[in-house]
């Protein structure tokens, strides 16, 4: 496709960034959320006639591991390995001023570790879980690019608008995919499978060509970067490093981006952990009926993202009129009241419930925190690449301490809903630090 170009602010080109959110959607909600950890736990859980647990333990590498908490210290790894790899990345693709290469790769990387999920099985474990590894990597490697792109088409005013129809058209574009694979699981033999299992796996594979195939038009459409002028290969790494300090001398010496950042790390912590878990949570600790338990997940997790369509929308909206982190303080408090209502559900109805607040304030406090980060990089920074790495970074390690704190409760206690309890914490230190930023500026 012929590379058009537009200036920034142009409906054209910020519908195209935007598009990119309906491309990769698909894998947080498919893998990450919705069919693959039905199908994980359909694999590594053994249940009796009467659908109760016999054992949820998984031999890896010669170790006997609780199946959450396998799944949870693979998630944190591959994130350790993102909170390593963004910064770097991030300077030297602002070196070489050529972002979009670096987004291309891991957007490639992600979706073809999710066709590899196909293989998924106890016999290949390795292999499943190596693909559930780099998928990770890819989809969130190709969101660090992504994001700091932001800057880039949309002037301040534009920002929190675009960012809500990133999300916006995100959650649509997921949910049009999850309800195709869902008529391939659920009428299976209507289409000639004799189980459950293949469609699944096919689900798999469809997602990571829906990502490639999509993504496509929002290739056509970004510039390639910022940087101009002539690109010493030979000191490609050291440049690279050079601008990661550059960009990190930058962020201490600005009271708002590095005290919004400290914030972001905290409440993003539990954020991010509570989505990741949401599903093995249903699994584990809801008393679905005997049959029901893959019906009622997958339209908990649709509920979520359409119900987050509303709440990225609004979110945009009120920050207009109540500003920014007026209103994510007020949605971190929001999330406190889930966090304690869902300590003591054990109902398919008070599951539902959790999901409809879940998703309102899921699409609020994700659209609204990228493009307040955004609106505090400087008008005239160029090293946007850099900026969000940083970004990006702070929410990984937020999500290794959490997944590790969500393994290590779960583990010594037996329960998922301590550690969900747990999370609490991280909120009222969002809450205090956000009143903190308040009352020493008021930008955003």
Sequence with gaps: MEQKTFPKGHKKLINAWAFYDWANSVYPLVVSSAIFPIYYGALTILKDDEGLVITDTVTFLGFDFNN????????????????????????????????????????????????????????????????YFFGLIGFWGSIVFYNSYLPDIAFKDQQDKASAKGYTLGYMGSVVLLVCCLILILFHSSFGFVSESLPTRISFILT?????????????????????????????????????????????????????????????????????????????????????STTGLIVSI???????????????????SYGNINLLIWINTIWIGICVYAFFITQ???????????????????????????????????DTASFFSFYEVTEK?????GMFLYGFIAQITGSI??????????????IFLLFRLKAQTKKA
């Design 302 to 320: 649709l509920l979520i993202q359409l119900v987050a369509i509303v709440g990225a929308n609004a979110a945009s909206r009120l920050a207009e």
């Design 397 to 401: 390690v937020g999500i290794v301490i």
């Design 68 to 131: 959450d908490v396998l799944i949870s210290y693979v998630t944190a790894l591959a994130f350790v390995v993102i909170s390593i790899m963004s910064p770097l990345l991030g300077g030297i693709s602002d070196y070489m001023g050529n972002k979009k290469n670096f987004m291309k790769f891991f957007n490639y990387l992600g979706a073809t570790s999710c066709i590899g999920l196909f293989w998924f099985s106890l016999e290949n474990l390795w292999f499943g879980l190596l693909c």
């Design 348 to 382: 398919p109805m008070q599951f539902y419930i959790t999901a409809f607040f879940v998703g309102l304030v899921m699409g609020a406090i994700q659209s609204l925190s990228r493009s307040t980060f955004s609106k505090y990089i400087p008008d005239d920074e160029k």
């Design 417 to 430: 809903r301590n550690a969900i309890l747990f999370l609490i914490l991280f909120f009222i230190g969002g």
């Design 208 to 292: 990571g060509v829906w990502w490639i195939a999509f993504s496509q038009y929002t290739y056509a459409f970004l510039p390639k970067g910022n940087r101009k002028g002539k690109i010493k290969t030979k000191d490609l790494l050291l440049n690279g490093f050079r601008e990661l300090k550059t960009t990190y001398t930058k962020i201490k010496t600005s009271y708002a981006v590095g005290s919004y950042l400290k914030a972001f790390f905290v409440y993003s912590t539990a954020v991010q952990t509570i989505m990741l878990i949401a599903t093995y949570f249903g699994v584990g600790e809801i008393q679905w009926p005997k049959g029901e």
